[in-house]
């Protein structure tokens, strides 16, 4: 059928790329693979070892006299400090609306996995470790384009979790301080397959060893 003709025809293109986005972000078109479902869109941008999602929303303005304009919502980072000097490799697949990654340095490779889901805001990354050595990584969030840290984060770590087997950060942002009712948005990060605590700058910290998945 038609459905079937269109996707075997999105299916023959694939996007590479053999090298870190050098514009991202930007106020022009990002060089970097991109996800989205029409609401929230992500550019992945960063090294193998310091990866990043940055996150915007399309009705997420701000409401500055003359200057009325979309702003950023913010960014999900991933650090994996092993990894810095791995090769880098990133696939964006039209057809499935994922971006496949694939990171290795000696011994070890590190596959991730992005999708945006198409009703929900909700944004899925999955890794897979192949190697000897447990990839230690940690998780964290900056709200707003430019902003050092987030305007309010809470992070649960192991306290609020069965077992603590999943950890949780969250941060909230409004698009502009001008008083009334304007855009305010709340983001979730929660890390699924790992054991995981809180470090002191309201990250989460984790282990990823040879054959594990962890979903974040």
Known sequence: NSANAAFDHVSKHLAVFAEPPK???TQGMPDGPLLGNGD???AL???P????????KNDFWRRNHADASITAVGVVSLSIPALRGATYRQEQDLARAEVRGTFAKDDTTLHTCSWVDATENLVVTSLRCEGNT???FSV???????????ERIADNGQRLNVEGQFGTCWFTHKADALPGQGRGVAVVTRVLGATTRADS???LLA???NSESITV
């Open 49 to 56: 070892e310091m990866q990043r999602f940055y996150f915007g």
């Open 23 to 25: 514009h991202v972000p």
């Open 134 to 136: 447990p990839l230690a």
């Open 140 to 150: 964290r969030q900056i709200a707003g384009a430019q902003a050092a840290t987030p």
């Open 45 to 47: 941008a960063g090294p």
């Open 207 to 209: 282990a990823l060893k």
């Open 201 to 203: 700058d309201g990250g």
């Open 40 to 42: 929230v869109g992500v």
